[in-house]
């Protein structure tokens, strides 16, 4: 079946220090997510990348696609106390005997970061 | 815009009971997908609906079921509860998959 998987699952980071976490799923995507989770609430939508090779920046942080879009990455330069929550990517994926797709979500890694 | 509305926010039950969540997507979004989420599993796919049709469903059993209106609301509902079915229960809806999906604040279960 599917599998999204993230690694890590968990990181602690002191603020200022860089943190990268990453998505590999076992199919090819057509495109893919990411989405943030504040402790206690729930995933907002963070960007969305459809290119193999894509790279795209919001401020300090930078997604890229890989070449095979099968895998995916989120850095975060100088990290701060507002980047807590867990990130998880998510993509597309063929519902079994239907022909539509689904979203389907990774693992997540659960970043935090002491001041 | 208004965005996703679930209710009710917090709900307990006891096992062997059964509940119904409503989920209210954002106007003009016609597909919306439901998520279990627990400490241990991450975002696991319940089903899928788009224009009152279940278009996809997720490994869970069939006490797990939902529906669709004609209004795009949707609600899910879970019969027979079990303790393993405390979680939060998330809403997305979006205009299709390939979108960006924007979720509810969820529905925190407790099953005692």
């Known amino acids: 079946g599917q599998q999204v998987m993230q690694i890590p699952q968990y990181q602690h980071v002191q603020e200022g220090e860089d943190f990268t976490t990453y998505c590999n799923s076992s199919t090819t995507l057509s495109n893919i997510q990411w989405y943030k989770q504040r402790p206690g609430g729930h995933p907002v939508f963070l960007i969305q990348?459809?290119?193999?090779?894509e790279v795209k920046k919001q401020k300090r942080l930078t997604f890229q696609f890989g070449e095979a879009k099968k895998n995916s990455s989120l850095h975060i330069t100088a990290t701060q106390t507002t980047d807590v929550g867990t990130y998880f990517c998510?993509?597309?994926?063929?519902?079994?005997?239907?022909?539509?797709?689904?979203?389907?979500f990774g693992t997540g890694t659960r970043l935090l970061v002491s001041p | 815009k208004a965005g996703v509305t679930q209710t009710p926010r917090y709900l307990i039950k006891t096992r062997g009971q059964q509940v119904t969540l409503s989920c209210s997507p954002i106007?003009?979004?016609?597909?919306v997908s439901w998520y279990q989420q627990t400490p241990g599993q991450g975002l696991q796919f319940l089903f899928e609906y788009f224009s009152e049709t279940q278009r996809n469903k997720g490994n869970f059993p069939g006490r797990f079921s939902g529906r669709q209106f004609s209004n795009s609301r949707s609600e899910m509902n879970v019969s027979t509860l079990e303790l393993g079915d405390s979680a939060l229960y998330l809403c997305?809806?979006?205009?299709?998959?390939?979108?960006?999906?924007?979720f509810g604040q969820g529905t925190r279960l407790t099953v005692v």
């Open positions: 997305a809806s979006s205009r299709g998959v390939n979108t960006e999906a924007f």
């Open positions: 106007s003009g979004h016609r597909s």
């Open positions: 998510a993509g597309p994926w063929s519902g079994r005997n239907t022909g539509f797709q689904k979203l389907v």
């Open positions: 990348l459809v290119k193999s090779g």
